[in-house]
């Protein structure tokens, strides 16, 4: 059968009239219903296990928008929660983990295989979208590339510069690669259930990709996400994979063929000309309108969004923002970037 969803057409390498469009965060704090459902379910990691209340928040930007594409409402930071580590969210602040420093640390933590107690509760909210999204919209699962998560499994939290991970890097180089082998097989593992729950697409993301340089971003970014895309494809012939090492600048350029994913995610620091000669002209690629737009709005919104589809318009493309819509966005100004990609 012919794919008829816009999102899988774009990312098997069609050139569409008008990009499908999604949103990174899309439920999310910025929607009154997310408050509601986040406040029923008690708090954020309360929301992610509670499959029908994740599930609900997931279809709350489907019902309002028709996006093209849902995103599985979870977070990344719930494999290293599956391994072992404690997990917390301190409200108006961020996450909060068990910090891993020492060979002890890391012993202490859970093989890959034992994720599944603690992530079955995800893969049973994947089941029911698959169930209750509307036929022509495409379901994305996700993780977080190992070397983000490592990130926030070596200092308990996020940093401005990931110092303390750089440190492990260089101080004990074989434990880090320990850590992010360990993650590595967690996430594939991860990934495939969410794809054998209903999951038609899995997206990798490297928050923090920008801060690995030459060598290191060849070894811990690139290296890790060939892996997971070649071992789903193995698995699961025909799933496309969405990569995102945000801020990697120029290792965009050639990262599709170094690691295999269908489409590059790209992050709003790039400009849309130069990515679209020198990014999209190896395959698919995703963005990247600043959310600062989701707040300001006006005709900036308008202009930048026209500008984004024109310079994409001659090869495949998924519209988006170039990182997450952030809790002072205006639901309106989401509704004007939507009007004014479908036109
Ligand atoms: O995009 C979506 O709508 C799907 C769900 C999703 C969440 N987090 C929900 C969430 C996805 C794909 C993520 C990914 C994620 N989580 C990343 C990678 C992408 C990125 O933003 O760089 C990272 C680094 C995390 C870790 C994380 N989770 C942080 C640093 C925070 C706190 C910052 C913040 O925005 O509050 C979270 C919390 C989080 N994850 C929220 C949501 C909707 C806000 C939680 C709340 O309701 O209080």
Redesign the pocket.
Known sequence: MAETKKLLRALAGETLDTPPIW???????YLPE??AT?AQAG??LS??YNPELAAEV?LQ?IRRYGFDAA???????LVPQALGADLW?V?G???RLSTITDQAGFDALKPASAIHDTLSPVYETVRILSRELPAETTLIG?A?APW?VAT?MIAGR?TPDQGPAHALREGNTALFEALLERITEATIDYLSMQIEAGAEVV?I?D??AGSLKGDDFAKYAVEPCRRITAAIKDRHPGIPVIG?P?EAGEGYVGFHAATGVDCVALDNSVDPEWAAKNVQVSGCVQGNLASSHMVTGGQALVDETRRIVKAFSGGPHIFNLG??I??DADPENVQLMIDTVRG
């Open positions: 949103m990174m965060r899309q439920a999310g704090r997310y408050r986040r708090d954020f929301l992610c997931t930007p995103i599985l409402f979870a977070d990344i930071l969210f409200t602040e961020g996450p996700f977080g983000t926030y996020g997206k993301f928050s923090w995102f945000r990182h997450g952030t809790p």
